[in-house]
């Protein structure tokens, strides 16, 4: 019996000394800093988890896997149901241009830099497909076109 009570002793002390240190990591005061040293700022850590692009509603064809850095599109393309729809694709994404389609399934098509306009996705264009992404509904996709 005294084995028991021996062991439920370092628990115990740890228990008790989490509940000490726990409180202080990670509180709302501004006496916070980041690993190197600088001020912490909560908004900036929230955003960083913010979801800011949709890979499920990006599409490489003839692959299927979505599109990512340093894919090869020769059209990047995708559907507005309407030309409000169209307008906010263009806001978020300037280098996408929306033309009246009038397919009963893509009433708007939306170009990455007009027909033809792809190459090579850096970054920047990374950044205008994650933001066409995320104002798509299922099942419309921005989908990179490989001609082969």
């Known amino acids: 019996m005294s084995n028991a009570r ?24 501004d006496s916070t800093v980041a690993v190197d040293g600088s ?5 900036a850590a929230a955003d960083a988890t913010s979801l800011d692009c949709d890979p499920d509603r990006t599409r490489q064809s003839p692959s299927g896997d979505p599109i990512t850095v340093g894919a090869y599109c ?5 559907c507005a149901d309407d030309a409000a729809a169209a307008a906010d694709i263009e806001a978020a994404a300037p280098d996408f241009m929306c033309d009246q389609a009038g397919d009963v399934d893509c009433a708007f098509r939306c170009w990455f830099g007009g027909e033809g306009g792809g190459g090579e996705v850096d970054a920047d264009v990374m950044d205008q497909i994650c933001a066409v992404s995320l104002l798509l509904d299922d099942p419309d996709l921005v989908e990179c076109f490989i001609y082969l």
Do not use: E, Y
């Open 74 to 78: 020769d059209d990047i393309v995708t």
């Open 39 to 43: 001020p912490s700022d909560g908004a």
């Open 6 to 29: 021996h062991r439920r002793r370092p628990a115990f002390a740890l228990g008790f000394a989490l509940a000490l240190v726990l409180p202080a990591c990670g509180g709302d005061d």
